[in-house]
């Protein structure tokens, strides 16, 4: 009986280690942007929001130089629980070596990139013991880091702007042994991931090869087996008034604030129930074998065309080599659109 509870128990906080993530971000995001105005205006406590704001235009440029990142806050436990809600994994493939700098390229997105998100914004899963001598550097929206408290929640996991000014500064001006990751097929992709699918958006996303090519950093191709498996989407047929209404819904969200907008649903609180946790699915990011390559610093087409599908040929072999193992079907291809 007593093991029975113990159990229960850790089911419990790993099911709220998830169920937090989200609401934490809107907390935080809501506490200064509601804050501030009112304090300002309607209290005598205007020197407050005076202050923050200040802090804010004094402190603006942190975020794009590398942030100010917490050993603490990264091996929180309760990023333990989260991970262990799924698991989530990270496999090494190959050694990286602190001589040098990396770009890590990571497939798919998701709906909500839970494996890059333990893997490499947090200590959960070792990433520091099984790549030493390496910190990482996870790219996410620039918005995000226009909000007080949220930027300084971030910051602290090694979250950087996915931005070019950002990125080249980690990757040229920090020394070396550093790795940006960057989910290339970006929010868009998220419309493409539902379960058994093995599709991404690769083709004419060459922005990260250039990068790596005006740096000098080495391309590392990473492949997230479980991600598309956690979240069922829901797709309607064409020409139906719901698909209609669905696409209009999506095309005014991207509009608005960037972000593709898809309809999924998980897992309730209840076996068997629908809702909006993700389903317990293992979630691996196999890393694979740094491409070495040279530094341009204006590469023309031809040279960011061949390096393009050089990094293609690598990821489909990273991808065909581990499928099975995580979950795929021998037949399952790599879709690149």
């Known amino acids: 009986m007593g093991s029975l509870s113990r159990l229960d128990l850790q089911r419990s906080l790993q099911t709220l280690s998830v169920l937090q993530w989200i609401p934490v971000y809107v907390i935080l995001g809501a506490i200064p942007i509601f804050l501030i105005p009112y304090f300002l205006v309607f209290t005598k406590f205007w020197m407050v929001s005076v202050l923050a704001l200040a802090w804010l235009a004094y402190d603006w440029n942190t975020h794009s130089q590398g942030g100010r990142r917490s050993a603490w806050v990264r091996n929180w436990t309760l990023w333990k629980y989260f991970q262990n809600y799924f698991p989530v994994k990270l496999v090494k493939t190959y050694d990286l070596s602190p001589k040098h700098n990396y770009i890590i390229a990571n497939h798919p997105h998701g709906i909500l990139s839970y494996g890059v998100f333990i893997n490499f914004a947090t200590e959960a899963t070792g990433f520091a013991r099984i790549f030493p001598g390496i910190t990482p550097y996870v790219g996410t929206l620039e918005g995000m880091f226009w909000i007080p408290i949220v930027r300084e929640y971030i910051m602290s996991m090694g979250v950087c702007p996915v931005s070019?000014?950002?990125?080249?500064?980690?990757?040229?001006?920090?020394?070396?042994?550093?790795?940006?990751?960057?989910?290339?097929?970006?929010?868009?992709?998220?419309?493409?991931?539902?379960?058994?699918?093995?599709?991404?958006?690769?083709?004419?996303?060459?922005?990260?090869?250039?990068?790596?090519?005006?740096?000098?950093?080495?391309?590392?191709?990473?492949?997230?087996?479980?991600?598309?498996?956690?979240?069922?989407?829901?797709?309607?047929?064409?020409?139906?008034?719901?698909?209609?209404?669905?696409?209009?819904?999506?095309?005014?969200?991207?509009?608005?604030?960037?972000?593709?907008?898809?309809?999924?649903?998980?897992?309730?609180?209840?076996?068997?129930?629908?809702?909006?946790?993700?389903?317990?699915?293992?979630?691996?990011?196999?890393?694979?074998?740094?491409?070495?390559?040279?530094?341009?610093?204006?590469?023309?087409?031809?040279?960011?065309?061949?390096?393009?599908?050089?990094?293609?040929?690598?990821?489909?072999?990273?991808?065909?080599?581990?499928?099975?193992?995580?979950?795929?079907?021998?037949?399952?291809?790599?879709?690149?659109?």
């Open 164 to 337: 070019k000014l950002a990125l080249k500064f980690l990757l040229t001006q920090k020394g070396s042994g550093n790795a940006v990751v960057v989910v290339v097929g970006g929010a868009a992709e998220a419309l493409l991931c539902r379960p058994k699918a093995s599709t991404i958006l690769l083709k004419q996303r060459k922005g990260f090869v250039k990068l790596a090519l005006q740096t000098g950093s080495y391309l590392v191709p990473s492949y997230s087996f479980g991600e598309n498996e956690v979240y069922n989407q829901e797709t309607f047929p064409e020409g139906t008034w719901i698909r209609l209404f669905q696409k209009t819904f999506q095309d005014t969200f991207k509009k608005i604030i960037g972000l593709s907008l898809c309809i999924f649903h998980g897992q309730g609180f209840t076996r068997g129930s629908w809702g909006f946790l993700p389903f317990n699915q293992p979630i691996t990011t196999v890393v694979g074998e740094p491409l070495p390559l040279p530094r341009i610093e204006r590469p023309n087409k031809k040279t960011v065309d061949k390096y393009h599908a050089l990094y293609i040929s690598a990821l489909r072999k990273l991808f065909d080599r581990h499928k099975v193992q995580y979950g795929l079907s021998e037949t399952q291809e790599l879709t690149i659109l």
